[in-house]
């Protein structure tokens, strides 16, 4: 009886019928052993048990599958269905990426306050991606040296860089070179950068503390590193599939807090591993910002001016 009411619907309803199940094809910008994606599996594992039938994430890997650099445009064209990366690694399909690591509130302020919807309507219209949440917040960027300095002055320094850091250190007097982070460890050893940018929190999951003497503070910006998803994927979900994964990702964007615990105890970590603090003033922080505006602002003089007033405190 049940079995003819079920088919019975089938034939009539089809809208009313369950999708079939749908799998997300997931990569990292980060490697497997880091603690951004030990932060995230747990997630998928539990959307993945919610979603039996529904919806599905099968988590490829990290950049042992794909080169971070390139994650972005695989999201864009939809080689990869879902990504966690960060706006820095995709300033090839347009120079708003970098622009998420200047907000100065956490994601869910950014959701209330308009921009988070801003941030789809340019990640919809310039990368066909669905910016869906926000998995680091309450992480500053450090310079990370292995030479002394004692004046905010970096002239001299070759430095490993994204364009997290690029206009900032130059502006400073650096010399600067883009890496992956697979590529700081040998980079260090040869002597090939005198330091390099990265968060307050993570060195110890690429060894880098063994080449590290000095930590510049104050950190300035905010690490950003996102779930985005190629958009013709996303429009392709049904209601329940968005709602479930929405669900799944702003729980675990809401946990954030837990990075302010990492951030303390890589700090004492760093201590620990010998690594000494250069403190400069304000001046070093606004700086920071002032020329990472600009430069955001000059690149996307029609979106800079608007994040930037949606970003700021
Ligand atoms: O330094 C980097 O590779 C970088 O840009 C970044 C961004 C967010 C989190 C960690 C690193």
Redesign the pocket.
């Known amino acids: 009886m049940r079995k003819s009411i079920g088919l019975l619907a089938l034939a009539l309803a089809p809208g009313l019928v369950q999708a079939q199940e749908v799998t997300l094809r997931a990569v990292s910008a980060f490697a497997e052993n880091t603690t951004y994606v030990k932060n995230l599996l747990p997630m998928i594992e539990r959307l993945n048990a919610e979603g039996k039938g529904r919806l599905q994430i099968n988590f490829i890997g990290g950049p042992k599958a794909m080169p971070p650099f390139e994650v972005g445009n695989a999201v864009r064209t939809g080689v990869v269905d879902l990504a966690m990366t ?1 706006g ?1 690694f995709y300033t090839n399909i347009m120079p708003e990426a970098d622009a998420l690591k200047l907000t100065q509130m956490p994601h869910p302020d950014l959701r209330r306050n308009g921009g988070h919807d801003l941030i789809n309507k340019i990640w919809n219209e310039k990368a066909n991606m669905q910016y869906l949440g926000r998995v ?1 917040d309450f992480t500053p960027f450090h310079l990370y040296l292995t030479k002394k300095i004692d004046k905010p002055d970096l002239t001299g320094l070759k430095l490993r860089i ?1 364009p ?1 850091y690029r206009e900032f250190f130059q502006a400073l007097g650096a010399t600067v070179m883009q890496t992956p ?1 697979g590529e700081v460890y040998t980079a260090l050893e040869r002597g090939v950068v005198d330091g390099y ?3 307050i929190n993570g060195i110890f999951d690429f060894n880098w503390h063994e080449k590290t003497k000095f930590r510049v503070d104050p950190g300035f910006y905010s ?3 996102s779930l985005v998803m190629n958009l013709d994927k996303w429009k392709g979900l049904n209601a329940e599939q968005r709602g479930l994964l929405t669900r799944h990702v702003i729980s675990l964007e809401n946990a954030n807090d837990s990075w302010k615990k990492v951030n303390q105890d890589d700090i004492r970590k760093q201590k620990e591993a010998g690594i000494q603090v250069i403190t400069f003033g304000k001046q070093y922080y606004d700086k920071a910002y002032e020329v990472a505006w600009a430069s955001a602002i000059k690149a996307s003089p029609t979106y800079g001016p608007q994040m930037r007033k949606l970003f700021s405190k």
Do not use: D, H, Q, R
Request: aromatic content about 8%.
């Open positions: 960060t820095a680091i994204t997290v982070p940018g990265w968060p690490a950003e590193v």
